[in-house]
C-alpha cells in the first residue's frame, strides 16, 4: 500500500505542481486517476507532509495499491553513484525554469556539480542545462548561478499555465514556485481596475493578471534595466495590451500612477518597508498582495504588527495571510492579503 492525495481532478495541477516543489512526488508509483479523482504518490517525509496537510486542510490523504512505474531512474539520484556519506545530502527537490534545472548543493557537493548535473540531464529529458544556485543577492534579487551540466546557458523560456516568459537567470529574478500563487492572486481580483505591480521582474504576475483580466489597466515597475527589456517582450509574447511597463524605482514612479484597485508586492525580504508608501495610493477598499519571509510560528504576530501600523494612519485594516512555500526549516514565505 502506498500513502498517497486523493484529489479531485479539477484541483490536480494545482496540487501536483507545489507536491513536486516540495520533493513530495512518490516517482517509483504511477498517479493514477478514476472518474472524478486522481491519486498522487507521496514519499515518506512526515514534516513536508504536515506543512502540505496545514496548507490545504480539505485534502485527504489515503493509503493505496498503485503500480509501479516503469524502471527507467524517476529522480536524478537514482543514476548517481557516489559514497553513502554524498548520497545522504543530495538535495530531494530542484527548480525548473524552462529547460534549466538549478539546484542548491551543500558545500561539500560542489566538487560533484558536473556528475549530478550530468545524472540529472541523463534522467529528466526536457532538462538542457543544468545551474548550481549559489544564492540570491543585491537590490534586482538575482540568483548568482554556477554552471555544472549540458548548454552552457541562463536564458530560456518558461512556460506557466499556458503563458510564456523568456528569462534570463544570469540578469533577473524569477521564481517557479510562485505559479500557483500568481494563479490566486488571479482569482482575487475583479475588473475592470487599475493594477500596480511594485516589483514585476520579467511579469508573472502583471501579465498573467492582465490576460485574465482585459478590462484591467496594469502597471509593471521594475528597476532592473535587464528585467524591464524581458518584460516588454512577454508583454508583446503574450500578447496582452493592457500592461504598461516602468523601468526604475517604484517609491519614484508610484507617484506618478493612478490609485490603484490592487497593489501587488514581490519583494519578501524588503517589502514592508514600502508599504506606507503602497498604502497612500491604495483606493478605499483596495487590496494589497504583500510577500513576506516569516518564521512559521510568528506569522500572526506579524499580521498583528502590521494590522497596528496601519491603525496609526488611522486605516482600518483586515489582513488574511497563506503560506506560499517553505523557505527554510523554520520559515515559509508568506502572502499577506491587506484590505484597508
Ligand atoms: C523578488 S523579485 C520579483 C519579481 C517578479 N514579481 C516575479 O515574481 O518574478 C523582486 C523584483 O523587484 C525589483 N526591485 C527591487 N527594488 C526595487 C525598487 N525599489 N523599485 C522597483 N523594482 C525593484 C528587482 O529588480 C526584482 O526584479
Do not use: W
Request: some cysteine; overall charge positive; charged content about 30%.
Amino acid at each position: 500500500m502506498v500513502k498517497c492525495v486523493k484529489v479531485d481532478k479539477r484541483d490536480a495541477e494545482m496540487l501536483l505542481r507545489e507536491i513536486k516543489v516540495c520533493g513530495l512526488l512518490d516517482c517509483k508509483h504511477r498517479i493514477e486517476r478514476d472518474e472524478n479523482f486522481v491519486y498522487i504518490p507521496l514519499k515518506d517525509a512526515p514534516e513536508e507532509l504536515t506543512v502540505l496537510h496545514q496548507k490545504h486542510g480539505e485534502i485527504e490523504f489515503v493509503e493505496r495499491n498503485m503500480t509501479r512505474s516503469a524502471e527507467r531512474p524517476r529522480h536524478y539520484s537514482e543514476s548517481l553513484s557516489l559514497p553513502q556519506e554524498i548520497m545522504k545530502q543530495l538535495p530531494s527537490s530542484f527548480d525548473i525554469v524552462g529547460d534549466i534545472a538549478i539546484i542548491k548543493l551543500p558545500e561539500k557537493l560542489k566538487k560533484h556539480a558536473k556528475e549530478i548535473g550530468d545524472a540529472m540531464l541523463r534522467t529528466y529529458s526536457s532538462v538542457k542545462t543544468v545551474l548550481v544556485d549559489e544564492g540570491v543577492d543585491g537590490d534586482y534579487r538575482i540568483r548568482k548561478v554556477s554552471y555544472a551540466a549540458g548548454e552552457e546557458k541562463t536564458r530560456t523560456l518558461h512556460i506557466e499555465y499556458g503563458l510564456r516568459f523568456e528569462v534570463d537567470l544570469a540578469k533577473v529574478y524569477f521564481s517557479p514556485r510562485l505559479a500557483n500563487d500568481r494563479q490566486r492572486i488571479c482569482s482575487e481580483i475583479v475588473s475592470p481596475c487599475v493594477v500596480i505591480d511594485m516589483f514585476a521582474g520579467v511579469g508573472p504576475f502583471s501579465v498573467a493578471i492582465a490576460k485574465k483580466h482585459p478590462e484591467a489597466r496594469v502597471y509593471a515597475i521594475d528597476i532592473n534595466p535587464d528585467a524591464h527589456v524581458l518584460l516588454l517582450k512577454n508583454i508583446v509574447r503574450n500578447r496582452v495590451k493592457n500592461v504598461e511597463a516602468i523601468c526604475g524605482d517604484a517609491v519614484v514612479e508610484i507617484q506618478k500612477l493612478p490609485d490603484a484597485d490592487y497593489i501587488v508586492m514581490n519583494l519578501p525580504h524588503t517589502a514592508e518597508k514600502f508599504l506606507f508608501l503602497a498604502l497612500k495610493k491604495l483606493k478605499r477598499n483596495g487590496k494589497i498582495f504583500l510577500y513576506t519571509i516569516c518564521k512559521r510560528d510568528e506569522i500572526r504576530t506579524k499580521v498583528e504588527e502590521i494590522k497596528n501600523k496601519i491603525a496609526e494612519t488611522g486605516r482600518k485594516s483586515m489582513v488574511e495571510f497563506h503560506e506560499v512555500h517553505t523557505y527554510s526549516p523554520t520559515s515559509s514565505v508568506f502572502c499577506l492579503i491587506i484590505c484597508t
